[in-house]
């Protein structure tokens, strides 16, 4: 192992045992710093010898390589993480990155879908599938998605254990290891216990054939034990090509921004949807506010006679 990969191993084991790092964010992170130390390395410069100058020309790189600005701002991130830990553990003196701006976050508001999208969508998931169990799975991932808005990763990793007893809450761990409840709604309770009950047989049956027992609500025999975010993903799309909705409109993370914009509208606190997303700031949910503003703008536009040419 290289100095620089053995200087970002030592990097992110830190940040995961004392910042509760999600794996995907240590995933991400170890992406963009092996790019920047391939970057340094092509032009015969390390860790220990860059300046302020050096990650700003990686980011001009970045930038002209046209990588979108918040993918620059994450490597941006990355890096200032970093060189902040190797001041903290005396590789250097000096922080090259402390000073340096990051480029302005796009305001993209959040794509969503319509109530009546997410109810073919739910519909659909009901026959999406080539066995019972198949589609009895999916269908408990559509409900549980929409009634909760929990993050796609939040989701597939749901102990079984959680789930037990017919709760009327689950308790998530989410973002750097935090814990909230969120309630279930009945339709999402049907949907858990005639999974839960499916899923305990095909466990059984495989703990029967030598296979240790899952802990997880939503199985898998890959390496993580659980269904993968990937295979969620995939997942939906079938589910969306089957409701009839058009499939590029349809991921996890819009089902968990129809959540949001689905309660806000309905009158829902803006605190309460904050709590529920497990967001630390409310200015992260305030966008939601900002999608139904949009979407009051276009009925006006479509139906007020006044508005109309």
């Known amino acids: 192992m290289s100095d620089a990969a053995a200087r970002i191993s030592t990097f992110l084991q830190a940040q995961a045992a004392e910042t509760g790092a999600a794996r995907n964010t240590q995933l991400a992170y170890a992406r963009d710093l092996k790019d ?181 609500l939503f199985p898998s025999r890959g390496k993580a034990g659980h269904l993968t975010r990937n295979r969620f993903y995939v997942l939906i799309k079938e589910i969306a090509v089957n409701a009839g909705v058009s499939p590029e409109k349809v991921t996890p993370h819009t089902l968990r921004h129809a959540f949001a914009t689905h309660l806000l509208a309905h009158g829902a606190d803006l605190r309460v949807i904050q709590t529920l997303l497990g967001h630390a700031d409310v200015g992260t949910t305030e966008i939601y506010t900002h999608v139904l503003d949009e979407r009051l703008r276009a009925l006006v536009q479509q139906h007020h006679p006044l508005a109309k040419p």
């Open 36 to 216: 920047f130390a391939g970057w340094m390395a092509a032009r015969g410069l390390d860790f220990d010898s860059i300046a302020r100058t050096d990650v700003e020309s990686y980011l001009t790189r970045c930038d002209a390589a046209g990588l979108s600005r918040a993918t620059r701002a994450r490597r941006l991130s990355a890096i200032r993480q970093f060189t902040r830990f190797a001041v903290e553990e005396g590789w250097r003196t000096d922080d090259p990155a402390v000073r340096i701006a990051g480029p302005k976050r796009e305001k993209r508001l959040p794509k969503t879908l319509s109530e009546d999208e997410v109810t073919r969508l739910i519909t659909a998931a009901a026959t999406t599938g080539r066995s019972a169990t198949d589609r009895a799975r999916n269908s408990c991932l559509v409900e549980l998605l929409y009634a909760t808005g929990l993050r796609a990763t939040e989701l597939v990793s749901l102990p079984v254990a959680a789930t037990r007893g017919d709760p009327e809450t689950l308790l998530v761990r989410g973002k750097g290891d935090k814990e909230r409840l969120v309630p279930l709604t009945e339709a999402s309770r049907s949907a858990l216990s005639d999974w839960i009950k499916l899923r305990d047989r095909a466990d059984e049956a495989a703990v029967e054939n030598g296979a240790a027992p899952s802990r997880a």
